[in-house]
């Protein structure tokens, strides 16, 4: 019993089923039906629908989204069409092909009835035609990329104000650092006052401290070496500045302050323990000597002003710079992050050709055009309108050909074009594919193509209709120079009595984009089978 359901189930895989329905065979003219394809097939499968006009002479107005429903390893997928006819008579749907791995499935035909619908012209007034209304392209989609944009640059501004521009709150310590020389230094000495160094019988970090304060003080206010400087030398140092004129010290003031340097030397060298009371008065005594120091200073000249305010100039243009240079690191690394993203998930290539404008990527991306072009009718999908050509039938031709219309679009930037021709003899005959396509490679060999390859296979539109297919390669002409690259063409050929119809493909050989449009435009062909 398990063997016979594991094969029924692959035999059901292998056997996917096609069917249709129309809601109604009768309607009036404008009036719609419903077209609906069902497709049961294998979850893995790969299912096209037709897409276009490929129900002629009906014309869909409308394909629904495909509708799928799971049925454990199958899937049931619905299609809808929306079709209508604007002339009243009798209209055969042609049987549609479905490729389910690429392999044609077909629909039944239906007979469609389309009633006229009475108007009585005398009681309804008539009105003129109305001119031709100039549509605005769609931006449905702008508002997205608008706001993704937006987004970007708050969250960009938000980073660069809380990193770089916002004036931060000052820790104490940032405070105490902007205070002159002079008042951090009496911060110091108050603060080392209250300390717990002498409760706890640490003199040698007391006096080290106490020394460093006074120290630190002299470097930036008596611009002179002291942190490094010995007792004598700083000292000496002192009394050079005094017989300058240049530190109006006293004698006695500098006497007490050698005193508590050689105190703090034993204390910190000699590991001597001297009173906390002594301890105590040699705190003061250096508070009084810093004030003693910054009195006996001289009065800053205007020249030292300026320049201390041209220092400061400097200051906050370097402090501004880094601002700067900060802000476009930031917006470097947000540009570097988003492109890395942007080509891992994308592909470099593909970020690149829509970066530079790739020609045939953007013929791809643009707004496509459904439409029908010359009689007997050709109704295709192009990225661009195929412009009417002035096409002149030779005389020794005249008496076979009654009419031909040629409608073509060729980019100017790479060898990419797309032209549809239509035929009438002046009987009713067979066309003779060979010798036209034979014309068309002839008339590409004298633009410029060389070592053309032929191939011919036959070929079947969606809705079923049977034409010929050449298709090869060879060296095209680059527009707008001399150069040939290699590239590759297809011609589709159509007819019937009295008629032919022909659609040239030519693009460049290895352009990706340009190998999807010329998918995208063959699964959109549809031919008429008779005039």
Partial sequence: ?????????????????VTSKVDTTNIKIGEQIHFTVFVDVDSTAHVI????????????????????????DKVSLQKIYALTQFDSGAYTLPRQRILINDKPYFTDSVQIAVASVHVDTLAQKMYDIKGLMEVQKSHKDLWKTLLWVLLGLLVVGGLLYWFVFRKKPMTEAEKEALLPPYDRAMLELKRLESSKYLIQSEYKEYYSELTDIVRSYLEEDVHISAMESTTDQLIDKIELLKDAGELKLDSDTIHQFKRILETADLVKFAKSRPENSVAEQDRKSIEHIVTRTKEALPEPTEEELQQKEEYLEELARKQQRKKWLVTGAIALGVLLISTGAITAYYGPKLVWDSVTGHPTKKLLDGEWITSTYGYPPITVSTPKVLIRQDVKIPAQAKAQIKDMQTFRYQEPKVPFTIAVTSTEFTQPVDPDFDKTNEQLLKHLEENGAKNIVTKKEEYSTMAGVKGLKTYGSGKFILPGSNELVKGKYIILSFG????????????????????????????????????
């Avoid at 019993?1 to 089923?17: A, D, E, H, N, Y």
């Avoid at 629908?49 to 799928?68: I, N, R, Y």
């Avoid at 659609?503 to 031919?527: F, H, K, N």
């Fill in 496 to 531: 019937g009595k009295g008629f032919q119809q022909q659609i040239l493909l030519t693009w460049m050989d290895g352009d990706p984009y340009a190998e999807q449009i010329v998918e995208r435009i063959l699964v959109s062909v549809d031919v008429k089978t008779d005039v």
């Fill in 1 to 17: 019993m398990i063997i016979c359901l594991v094969g029924f189930k692959g035999f059901s895989q292998s056997l996917p089923t």
């Fill in 49 to 72: 629908f037709p897409e276009g006009q490929t129900f002629s002479p009906l014309e869909m107005v409308e394909a629904l989204k495909t509708d799928t429903l799971k049925k454990l």
